[in-house]
């Protein structure tokens, strides 16, 4: 009965948090049948971030998910009005975080990043893993980007 109870809960703590998403969001992630391959994930808070990540003056969203095929974590990342998925980690090789984000214990929008090329980009997401230096997530323009943080 426990197990069952266990099961229920998180079967609509899923469900919950799905309804959560905007709705772009929601409606791209299945219409692009997102649904068969990734699971929505809340293994971190907040489990989804908004914000423009691609300069384009509109909030975009990365999701925390969970490829089923293999049980690896990672993020996806949607650009409204944008045809491309992009997919960091979740099967995925990407940066320092492999292709299994499983070790990354926190994330947050971080803004005036400052990258190698010294310029500047507006927004980021900065991730954190056990046992690495905090890296920062950054799109130029066409392929998201791994930037290890320094000092």
């Not at 384009?56 to 409204?80: C, F, S």
Request: charged content about 25%.
């Amino acid at each position: 009965m426990k197990i069952l109870w266990t099961i229920s809960c998180l079967f609509f703590s899923v469900l919950s948090y799905a309804s959560q998403l905007p709705e772009w969001a929601r409606k791209d992630f299945e219409r692009k049948g997102l649904k068969d391959k990734f699971e929505l994930a809340d293994y971190l808070r907040p489990a989804y971030l908004e914000a423009d990540l691609n300069g384009d003056m509109r909030n975009d969203i990365a999701i925390l998910v969970i490829e089923k095929q293999t049980g690896n974590k990672g993020l996806l990342i949607l650009h409204q009005g944008d045809p491309n998925v992009y997919i960091l980690g979740a099967g995925s090789t990407f940066g320092d975080g492999g292709n299994d984000f499983v070790k990354m214990n926190s994330w947050k929008i971080v803004n005036d990043v400052s990258i190698r090329r010294n310029n500047r980009i507006k927004t980021g997401i900065e991730v954190n893993f056990t046992d690495m230096s905090p890296a920062v997530i950054i799109f130029d323009g066409k392929e998201y980007n791994w930037q290890v943080q320094e000092g």
